[in-house]
């Protein structure tokens, strides 16, 4: 079940193709995935600028909606 939150949030950026490499690395939860950093992604095989730039953004996005509900 937590494989399929992180799924389904790679999937809404447009980068489902991610999902096995985010589970194999221990990120199968979205509380998990707020930590990632770009050692993490190097980990993880995320090379493309473009793709670790939307990850970035949407781990904020996840961090403020932690916030505002704090």
């Known amino acids: 079940m937590c ?27 979205l509380e ?3 930590q990632i950093g770009d050692p993490d992604l190097d980990a993880i095989g995320v090379a493309v600028p473009q793709h670790r730039r939307r990850i970035h953004e949407a781990v904020r996005r996840l961090k403020e909606a932690d916030e505002r509900a704090a």
């Open 3 to 29: 494989t399929n939150i992180v799924y389904e949030w790679l999937k809404t950026l447009q980068l489902p193709q991610y999902a096995e490499s985010f589970v194999d690395n221990g990120y199968d939860d």
């Open 32 to 34: 998990v995935c707020k």
